[in-house]
């Protein structure tokens, strides 16, 4: 027994000796890093800085008065041997050890501080989670969920993992939050997607009221972001002409990503001779500068120019540049032909696809700005010739608060659609509505009318001061 408790004492007194002897060194490394530790000498090798009258007899030189030489001589002092200078040296060089202990206790203690908050975050995240579930179950009894009730879900699950985004990838919570954030993620897109489709309800009536839904693809979007959708993803029988501005798109990407001058002169070959449109001007075998040849693809909605173009770029750059731009289902893969005669060269490697919510995107790019070189593709729009569809349209809602602020238009054999931008008081929108198998004028007119409507009767897609 007292054998025991001998042994329990040692033990106890040897801890404390250990914690008592790293606490000494950590007080005396923070003392010589805060400068406040003096060198004491019974015989001071180092004269204090000041004139001879200031010394006294207890005058004690510190580190932060020695003199800075640059050579090993200039700092031995008068009388003093470089032995003594290399033992001062070799003491301080002692201390090595101690100051690594010190960084490795700092970058524990940060490790601690910074695992902390990890943990704090994947709490917060598993309380906005538990309440997400709480907000579902109780609009589940109630019957069918609400638009409130669900916009209320979607935010507590962003929110959630919001939280969970801030975990670091080396932190020892990041394996459970790499699981949670797939599981709310799981969770939350049925819930965006329903959200969506409530909110773009209006578009479903309105496509409903022309007796062909089916037909009919409608996206618009405010300038912000905030968009609504009927069929959005789905892509038309054809884009017919709105591909020309996925075209400018791609061609403002090369142009502003390899230092191209737009007052470069392009030949326009034969090969690419195809009928236009009414009143478009341009002509094989002549040479017109870049900036010209696109401008008229647009405004003129030019077939010759576009399949120039479509030369210029060529398939394989324009095919990954939408890509690396975000759009994944937009392809340009087909030059244009007009009523009879198609391009004799390089016609084709398959077929031009395009979605309502794409093109969208696009004009919505190009009227914020977005991208270099938007202004240009933004002033061909607003000189659009047609004036038939979406211009036409904005003028028969009779209603100051509206004003059209430019457009493309499409149409063939087997679609009808129009991309334009609209002003609705102060709130500026982008639009696309196409119709398959149609060429009705005045049904894209009113689909577009009633949708510019809707905003009026409504509200808009954001909240306004108005």
Known sequence: MIGESFRKHATLRTGYSLIFGLGFASGFLVAIASGSLTLLSTTPKWRPLGSPEQETANTRPTLDRLPVRTELEE???????????????????DLAPYFTLLSETRQSRQRMEAEAVAGANFKRAKELAIQGIAVRDAGREDGEETLAELEQQEFLWEAALEQLAQIP????????????????????????????RL???????????TGRPQAIRISICHLSG?????????????????????VAVVLMHKVMNEGLDLDESTYIDPHNWTENANGAKIYVKHEYPLREVMVRMIKESNNIATNQLVDYLGWEYMDNTLQELGYDQTKIRTKLIGDRTAPTRNRSVGRNVMTTNEVTEMMRQVYTFTNPGDEEILDALVGQYDWDFGYLAVKQVKNKRIAWIGEKTGQNS???????????DDERYVMTVTIDRSGNQRMLRRVIGDVIQSILDDGHLVKTSR
């Open 75 to 93: 700092r031995t002092a008068p009388g003093e041997s470089e032995e003594s200078t290399s033992d001062i040296v070799q003491s301080m060089g």
């Open 169 to 196: 990838e080396d932190s020892i919570f990041a394996d459970l939050a790499e699981t949670k954030t797939a599981d709310y993620t799981a969770i939350l897109t049925p819930v965006a997607e329903e959200i969506d």
């Open 199 to 209: 909110q773009s309800a209006f578009l479903a009536a309105i496509a409903e009221e």
């Open 226 to 246: 905030e968009c609504r959708d009927y069929k959005g993803d789905t892509p038309p029988a054809s884009p017919a002409s709105l591909i020309k501005l996925p």
């Open 414 to 424: 087997k679609v009808i659609g129009s991309s334009l931008a609209v002003k609705i």
